[in-house]
């Protein structure tokens, strides 16, 4: 009998290396190199002190421990990662310090229809295929559909609940209709309610149709909220929330239809759209103007090329653009705007002084009860890192008495992980936190006895491949 073929090696269970969703270009920056060096080192020695396989303990939360405590050589004091130092070793410690009984309900994740021939017209998304081998499924499509994203987001993660968030464009070229978003939303379903679905509205594809559509949305198809893209237009040209011939249409159909709940893509501009249209001026105008309905700020205005730090009031773009139209409009912490970190905190992650800021910006402005806690996943792999990252991570009480940020309690780090999420949603926390106890949670368990992560990012990895696929698109 020939031998089998060796387990794959697994990466970093902390995914350092440079990687885009296809939205921005990724830079490399040499002192994530350095802490990856670092981290394998400590890993391997700490494989030899436990007498484990190296294999063994990147699988499991040492792995993970040793990565963020390598990470902290990156800050300058306004954010690190709290992990004690037998964590690397200790797989009770490590878990003590990385795990976490808090709902996780992840409001932004996506997944791709593979059996659509979408691809063959969207080249925007051949992103998708740099580095598709690394997911040892037989085509590359299938990295980023039904079954890699139950796996990569259910199994291989603490999401106990998520979003399966609508993506832009026509149905000739979105990779996810909402017929197939209801099949997941069904499948999941099968196994424990556990998935929600929004529907894409696009008024500057012909806003009388759109609103028709929205009555279909709701009513036929049972979307939790409606999606909207004021970046993306069919010639590169996006449109404003407050426009009185697209976006205030819109806003009045969801309140007419009772479902008050708007996510908006705002931040990181769309390669090939015009940027102008991704900045959040517009959201304080909508939230003063419509205050029974509730805006979900996806990516909270961030952008990857801007440095973040204490809040500017001049600021025309990043999170601090969110926080002025806010303030412009008399919007006062825990109010009708929501912020979500979805893409935003994979980022923020490598950058953890820039984290403390923007954490410690949104907590002030924003309020407690308003950060949504969101990955932007099956794009960056299983959001278990991000996870891990976030319950370890904590604002320096010197940046707390500096800039009057409020610390990262576990009880704050609980609100953002799902209790806000679950009360925007309006669901009962309670009742979503015994999902553990269904099917997919048995799956779970036995699962965990015998993980496969893939601690894989498939995203492009460097400026040329992303300019590459711009290229061939």
């Given at each position: 009998?020939?031998k089998?073929?060796p387990?794959?090696?697994l ?7 440079p ?5 921005f ?5 040499p002192?994530l ?12 020695a700490?494989?030899?002190r ?16 040793a ?27 490590a878990?003590?310090?990385?795990g ?25 998304f ?7 081998s690394?997911?040892?499924r037989?085509?590359?499509i ?6 890699a ?8 993660s ?7 968030s609508a ?6 070229i979105?990779?996810l209709?909402?017929d ?5 939303r069904d499948?999941a ?6 998935l ?21 949305l ?7 909220a409606?999606?909207?893209?004021t ?17 205030i249409p819109?806003?009045e ?6 479902l008050?709940?708007i996510?908006?893509h705002?931040?990181?501009p769309l390669p090939?759209m015009d940027?102008?249209?991704t900045?959040p001026?517009?959201v304080g105008v ?5 205050p029974?309905?509730k ?9 990857h090329?801007?440095?973040e730090g204490?809040y500017?009031?001049k ?5 601090d ?5 806010l ?6 912490a825990?109010a ?11 980022a923020?992650?490598g950058?953890?002084d ?9 907590l002030?402005?924003v309020?407690e ?7 932007d ?11 891990q990252?976030?319950?370890a ?5 010197e ?6 940020y409020p610390?990262?309690t576990?009880?704050?780090?609980a609100k ?11 669901l009962d926390?309670a ?12 799956a ?5 006895e ?8 498939y ?6 491949e ?8």
């Open positions: 009998m020939a089998s073929s387990d794959p090696e990466g970093l269970p902390i995914k350092l290396a990687v885009s969703n296809g939205e270009v990724p830079v490399a920056r002192e190199a350095a802490v990856a060096r670092r981290a394998r080192a400590d890993i391997e700490n494989a030899r436990a007498g484990v396989s190296r294999r063994e303990l990147l699988a499991g939360a040492c792995g993970a421990a990565t963020l405590a390598a990470m902290n050589q990156l800050g300058c004091g306004g954010g690190n990662y709290r992990v004690p130092k037998n964590a690397g070793v200790d797989p009770a410690v878990r003590a310090a990385l976490g009984s808090e709902l996780v309900f992840d409001v932004q994740t996506h997944h791709v229809n593979p059996s659509r021939d979408w691809f063959k017209i969207n080249r925007a051949d992103f998708l295929r740099v580095t598709w690394e997911c040892r037989p085509d590359w299938e990295c980023y559909g039904q079954d994203f139950i796996k990569e987001i259910f199994l291989d603490d999401t106990d609940v998520a979003v399966l993506l832009a464009g026509d149905d000739t979105n990779p209709l909402i197939e978003a209801r099949a997941t499948a379903e099968k196994l424990g309610e556990r929600l679905i929004h529907g894409i509205v696009t008024p500057n594809l012909g806003v009388e149709r759109q609103l028709d559509w929205m009555q279909a709701a009513e036929k198809h049972r979307v939790s409606f999606k909207l893209y970046v993306w237009g069919p010639g590169g040209t996006g449109w404003w929330l407050d426009d009185e011939k697209l976006g819109v806003i159909k969801a309140r007419a239809l009772k008050p709940r996510a908006v705002k931040g990181i090939g940027p102008t249209y900045r001026r517009d909508v939230a003063k103007r419509f029974d309905v805006f979900l700020i996806y990516h909270s205005g961030y952008e090329r801007l440095t204490p500017d009031p600021a025309e773009a990043g999170v653009a969110l926080i002025r139209s303030k412009e409009n008399g919007i006062g825990n009708n705007v929501y912020a979500e970190l979805g893409a935003t905190w994979q923020l992650m950058k953890p820039e984290a403390a800021h923007v954490l410690g910006k949104l002030v402005h309020g009860d308003r950060v949504l806690w969101g990955t996943c099956i794009w960056f792999g299983s959001p278990q890192d991000q996870i990252a976030f319950r991570f904590e604002i320096s009480p940046f707390q008495e500096k800039f009057g610390a990262l576990s009880e704050r780090k953002i992980l799902g209790l806000n999420g679950a009360a925007v949603y309006g926390a009742k979503l936190g015994r999902v553990r106890r269904d099917d997919l949670g048995d779970k368990r036995a699962y965990a015998r993980p496969s992560p893939s601690h894989v990012a995203g492009p990895r460097t400026r040329r992303v300019f590459e696929l711009l290229r061939r698109g």
